[in-house]
């Protein structure tokens, strides 16, 4: 007789099965809110939830980012309703909502929270300035385990039932923020892979700047990308790292041909403490290795004909001490080599020419890219490298041609503004996105919505 009560409680836990058969996912509607943060005749996002939306649209500002993002239409705070909100605009605060709803009701349909990116957020140089690395963070932190990773699912998401009690996050807004999303772009990659398989990457933009991204060699061979940011400006960068962490960067100016370098620290959340550069000589196509512990060689060609320099270095804890500087016959290192990984750019697909990709023994050509916690939406219009991988679609509710193709070919579609029965395609879009939830022709039209 006591364990009844138990065998109740466990079956409150498990998802349940809609009222008819499963539904596949991408043959399922749901009750969706355009702009949901504006509340008023929409209500609060608890009241949203509580009424069957499972389809919550939170519009997303980087300007002024100071450890959070903020929300609002054209500004952070435009048209957000607090009444029954949180009090204040930041992201986190609002997706701790569905969250703590999720929580709550554990056989919920599953939730899409969508991030309209309003600002542009490749131009955030590091982790700190709020990249997006940064929002992968706040995503993860907010949602935990019941996050549903795109990462995971590379291929067509499962049926509804199967997602019962989870949260989708999905990207929207700025093309170009989605589009390095997916992948990252430059020239004159370099890597360096050290004994405990701790990566650094570093590699040029091409009209100046200069950027990193550090990563883990996984026993398995694959890479985990952690960590992105910019650390100066110029071009052609080499990369050395020695088991402490301690990294060598050196560099032609992007002007002229001197050359500088860098000493930096990687910690072990993967990022670099970079401390200021110093010129040490002119030439061309600088290449670093750790020689030992602290001991650096560095080898680059003459700016003025073929002959190949070298230099000795003692790394100290902010700059590296040159001497030795002799010409030499030895070959200025791979740079693009480090053990069993290398780096290079190249197309994938519909992707750009010069995308940053990586080989291992396990992973021919992986993109160098943040890790694939959100899924990326592919709008009515945009190019094939963002509609490459995707199966969330999207247009304005008028554009039926548009949807009904998309919906045809099983991809999951939203169309947003969708304020008129006269709106309704067949298939209607899985994510009706409407401003006006609560009206008669709304729940008519989606009476046999997903819950």
């Known amino acids: 007789m006591r364990l009844l009560p138990v065998l109740i409680a466990a079956a409150l836990v498990v998802p349940a099965a809609s009222a008819a058969a499963d539904t596949p996912f991408a043959s399922a509607i749901f009750k969706a809110t355009h702009n949901s943060y504006s509340g008023g005749a929409k209500q609060s996002i608890t009241y949203q939830l509580d009424h069957g939306v499972r389809f919550i649209e939170y519009d997303v500002h980087d300007n002024g980012y100071a450890g959070d993002y903020q929300i609002g239409h054209d500004s952070p705070g435009n048209q957000v309703d607090h009444n029954g909100n949180p009090a204040s605009n930041n992201l986190r605060d609002w997706m701790s909502v569905v969250n703590t709803w999720s929580a709550q009701h554990s056989t919920h349909a599953p939730i899409v929270v969508m991030l309209d990116l309003k600002d542009d957020l490749t131009d955030n140089p590091s982790f700190a300035a709020g990249n997006m690395t940064a929002l992968n963070a706040s995503i993860s932190s907010v949602f935990g385990s019941r996050l549903v990773l795109a990462k995971d699912i590379p291929g067509t998401l499962p049926s509804v039932d199967s997602l019962r009690g989870r949260v989708i996050v999905l990207l929207s807004g700025d093309s170009g923020s989605r589009a390095e999303y997916k992948r ?268």
């Open 184 to 451: 990252d772009v430059g020239y004159n990659p370099a890597v360096a892979l050290n004994g405990r398989g701790q990566i650094v990457e570093v590699h040029d933009s091409g009209a100046g700047g200069l950027w990193y991204w550090t990563g883990t060699y996984g026993a398995d061979g694959r890479v985990t990308w952690l960590r992105h940011g910019k650390y100066d400006n110029g071009q052609t960068p080499a990369v050395a790292l020695n088991d402490n962490g301690t990294l060598v960067e050196v560099h032609q100016s992007q002007s002229a041909t001197t050359l500088w370098s860098h000493v930096g620290q990687l910690n072990s959340q993967g990022e670099i403490t970079w401390s200021a550069s110093a010129q040490f000589d002119n030439g061309v196509l600088p290449t670093v290795a750790f020689t030992g512990t602290n001991t650096v060689r560095e080898i680059h060609k003459s700016q003025n004909n073929s002959q190949n320099w070298t230099w000795n270095g003692t790394v100290g804890s902010s700059a590296v001490s040159w001497t030795g500087n002799a010409k030499t016959s030895d070959a200025r290192y791979n740079k693009s080599v480090s053990g069993a990984l290398s780096v290079w750019t190249g197309a994938d697909g519909p992707t750009p020419s010069n995308t940053l990709r990586y080989t291992t023994p396990a992973t021919n050509g992986g993109r160098i890219r943040y890790q694939q916690i959100a899924f990326d939406e592919f709008q009515a219009g945009e190019n094939a490298d963002l509609q490459q991988g995707a199966q969330f679609y999207a247009s304005t509710a008028t554009n039926s041609s548009f949807i009904v193709n998309s919906r045809n070919a099983g991809k999951i579609v939203r169309g947003w503004d969708f304020d008129s029965a006269s709106d309704a395609t067949t298939p209607l879009a899985n994510y009706p996105a409407t401003n006006d939830p609560w009206s008669s022709w709304y729940a008519s039209l989606t009476a046999n919505a997903v819950q």
